[in-house]
Each structure stands twice: as C-alpha cells, then as structure tokens.
C-alpha cells in the first residue's frame, strides 16, 4: 500500500515571502500522479498543482511550484511571495496511475500559517 | 453548473440511528468518490465510482456504510447502526480527470 509523509505539521511564514511544504511517499509503482489540494478554514479543498511521474519537469502554477525527486520520493511544494489567502492545511496527495485504483491517498496535513 | 454539492452540511443524531448523505457532482464528471475526514487527519478514501458501477472500495468502508450511484448521476451514503467512532466530516469528490470536492458532509454521532 502506498503512504504519504508531511512531516511538518505547522509552517509559519512572514507574508510576502517564500516557504516550501515537504511532502515524502512511499510506493512500488511506476506509474502514478502527485497532488497538493488546500483547505481553508471551513472551506472545501481545492486542488492547488498536479504531477505526472513520468514528467521530469516540475511543475507550475503561478506562485506554487514543485520539487519533484523521484528517485527520493520527495514532492516538496514551494509558495512564493505568500499572500494571507494563502493560509489553510495543505494536504499532499498520491493517485496510482494504474486502472482501477482510483483513489487519492492523503497526507496528514500541513497547517499553513502567514504572518502580516 | 456550481461545483459538487452535498447535503446537508451537518448531521447531529444519536448512536444507532441510520443516517444517510448525498452528494451532487458536476454534471459532466463520471467519477465520483467518497472520503471520510476526521479532526487533524487528511481525508481517507472509502469509495469510488464510475458511472453507476462501484469500482473500488477500502477496508474502512465496514458493512454498516453503504454506497450508491443508481442512474451514474448523485450518490448517496448511507450509514446505519452509527456509532461515534463515525463521527467525522464525510467529502464527496466528482472527476472526469483531477477531483473536484464538495464542502463535506459533518456528521457528529452522540
């Protein structure tokens, strides 16, 4: 079975700067997809970036990016210039890209917190 | 088309009553998912399906936790016999490529 590590249950970071998110799994597969989703506060999750495994380019999107080590097993996400609605639990996400096996197994969580 | 529903939001009811949750996807998606979250844990996955077929389910879905999409549209998930051990916030999540998740279902079971 696979397993998601986020050994980093809280993050504070002064606004406008840069934090990266740790995120570490554990699989025999080849083939699979990476995923970080944010919750805010009483709000639903939104799914912030996505990684193939098969790319070797890390993935963007605006001010998130990832770190994607595969042979480490490491997808750290990096936010930059945060910005206070940047704050929420950010969840690291596996999916196996094998068919048929089509549910995400989820980190415990990161709580994100952004200082003024 | 506003996204994936749920109803209702919350859910307060007393040990050994049944309970049941429906979830909403967006119109164009055939996968639809069920997790369960409990206080300072990620979601789990309990089920998922494909149109109206239930394609995979974990070992945390027990046999008092039943699951179905009856025309490929909304779900329901039905718990009887509840416990408080159930008591956690119950996420829909639709896809035709990424999950899309609902606001949850918070059960609490006293």
């Known amino acids: 079975a696979q397993t998601v590590t986020q050994s980093q249950p809280e993050m504070s970071v002064q606004e406008a700067e840069t934090v990266t998110l740790s995120c570490t799994y554990d699989t025999s597969e080849s083939d699979y997809y990476l995923f970080w989703y944010k919750q805010p506060p009483s709000r639903q999750m939104i799914l912030v970036i996505r990684q193939e495994a098969y790319k070797q380019q890390n993935a963007t999107e605006n001010r998130f990016s990832v770190n994607f080590q595969k042979a480490a097993k490491s997808f750290s996400l990096k936010i930059s210039d945060s910005q206070l609605g940047d704050a929420a639990m950010y969840f690291c996400a596996y999916r196996s890209g094998m068919g048929g096996a089509d549910g995400l197994t989820f980190g415990k969580g990161t709580h994100l917190i952004i200082q003024p | 088309d506003t996204g994936v529903s749920q109803d209702p939001r919350h859910k307060i009811t007393k040990r050994g009553q049944n309970v049941t949750f429906r979830c909403d996807p967006i119109?164009?998606?055939?996968?639809l998912y069920w997790y369960r979250q409990t206080l300072g844990q990620g979601p789990e996955f309990l089920t998922y399906f494909q149109n109206e077929a239930q394609l995979e389910k974990s070992r945390l879905l027990s046999d008092r936790f039943s699951a179905e999409r009856p025309k490929g549209s909304f779900s329901t998930l039905e718990i009887q016999r509840t416990e408080q051990g159930d008591s956690a916030m119950y996420l829909c999540a639709s896809s035709y490529n990424e999950q899309f998740f609902g606001p949850g279902t918070r059960l609490t079971v006293l």
């Open positions: 119109s164009e998606h055939n996968r």
